[in-house]
């Protein structure tokens, strides 16, 4: 049985207009969720050799996903030490670098875990203008026709202990942004046109000294830090609602004032990578290292672990790569390969299966199928069903930490060594 209908508010699904431009804005795309336009037709069959229309190398080491604006496609690129930070555009026709703007030299690079890189978050776009972060080192809004920066913010505090994450958020006139670090742990919304500070909240975890699996101290860094990007919302009742997954917990702010609506705690969940889907009145979180999924739902003020968290599911849940919500249910790939398809409304399993390979980059849904990138270079395309079916298996040279992008029948897949516009 193939899932043609999906929902991307918390009650119906419908795509942005901007959709149907064939823009991809941010690393989960226009709908924020992986979707793609009705009717996209994207390749299930592609090799090094075979519907590849062009393929740019990319020196560096950077793990963020391209995102598309018109006839550009953005990514942001380091050096693999750290020290070289730089934000890059390319032509979506040709693949032919437009630009490739350094936008900081760092002298003493804070540490990045070798499996992560310095240039990990990934852009957003709006007409006329790319917003890019290195985390603390960098944040900042540059020209989308020539390149040029046109405000940065080189001041914040925030030790990023493996390495930055999260991507920025756009909300009306608001770039807003995570900082959950080792030392400091808020959420911060700059005003777009300026980059002035319009408000700043901090995490109000109660980060305890004890593992409290072990009953040791915890490990220095770990159990403070998350790596996710925001979502927005509105309850039936008409409430904006930011919700920011951090460590031990995950939140509800009101968007334009910062202000603590609501919090569920995981006081054993840490280091969050995914960003949370929405759907059927319900958000979908995987909690982080600890291996839950929450079904929370949205309202409520104070702590509402309690009264708002609607079900758990805890056999396949990713650490990284973030689920897909589609119809009736939720797809996802664990870290390690394991792929699963449960019941939105209550995270009852209908099948898991193993599709193998390690995953960081998040799936990606058109036409009733779902695309697996692993950090291998294989894809494995299944349907999208109730039933487990792979419907094709392909390679790329490299492997992919990168989410995919799409634009019209294209995918754009970032690789470790190269960026690649695959179309049939």
């Known amino acids: 049985m193939k899932i043609g209908l999906w929902l991307l508010t918390l009650s119906t699904l419908a795509l942005p207009a901007g959709a149907a431009d064939g823009n991809w804005p941010s690393f989960r795309g226009p709908s924020e969720q992986g979707l793609t336009p009705e009717g996209t037709k994207l390749p299930v069959s592609f090799s090094e050799s075979k519907n590849v229309v062009w393929k740019t190398e990319l020196p560096g080491k950077a793990w963020s996903s391209p995102v598309i604006w018109g006839d550009q496609v953005w990514v942001t690129n380091a050096d693999e030490g750290g020290t070289r930070l730089s934000v890059v555009c390319l032509d979506k026709a040709t693949g032919k670098i437009v630009h490739d703007k350094m936008v900081r030299r760092v002298v003493a690079p804070q540490y990045c875990h070798p499996f992560n890189s310095y240039g990990s978050p990934s852009p957003v776009l709006e007409e006329g203008r790319v917003y890019a972060t290195f985390g603390s080192p960098w944040v900042g809004c540059l020209d989308a026709k020539t390149g040029e920066v046109l405000w940065e913010r080189t001041d914040l505090k925030c030790n990023h202990f493996r390495g930055p994450g999260s991507s920025p958020f756009l909300y009306g006139n608001l770039l807003i942004l995570h900082y959950d670090g080792s030392d400091f742990q808020y959420v911060m919304a700059f005003n777009k046109e300026t980059g002035e500070t319009v408000w700043k909240t901090d995490r109000s975890t109660d980060f305890a000294d004890i593992d409290p699996k072990t009953g040791q101290p915890e490990a220095e860094g770990d159990w403070r830090k998350a790596y996710s990007t925001p979502r927005l919302l509105t309850t039936p009742e008409g409430r ?34 995914c960003t949370p889907a929405l759907g059927h009145g319900l958000i979908f979180a995987p909690m982080g290292s600890g291996g839950e999924l929450y079904a929370v739902r ?127």
């Open 240 to 273: 904006k609602e930011l919700i920011s997954l951090g460590s031990k917990a995950l939140f509800g702010y009101d968007p334009d004032t910062g202000k603590e609506l609501w919090k569920v705690e995981a006081k054993k969940m840490h280091s969050a990578g």
């Open 298 to 424: 949205p309202g409520g003020s104070g702590i509402v672990t309690d009264t708002h968290l609607a079900w758990k599911y805890t056999r396949v849940v990713p650490k990284r790569p973030s689920v897909l919500v589609l119809g009736e249910h939720l797809f996802m790939i664990d870290d390690g390969g394991v792929a699963a398809c449960v019941e939105a409304k209550t995270g009852q399993e209908i099948w898991r299966d193993r599709v193998g390979g390690n995953y960081s980059a998040s799936p990606i849904h058109a036409d009733g199928k779902i695309w697996f990138f692993d950090e291998d270079g294989k894809c494995t395309v299944i349907e999208a069903g109730t039933t487990f079916k792979v419907l094709a298996e392909n390679h790329l040279d490299s492997g992919c930490m990168a989410s995919p992008a799409v634009s019209g029948k294209a995918l754009f897949v970032r690789t470790r060594t190269h960026l690649y516009r695959i179309e049939e």
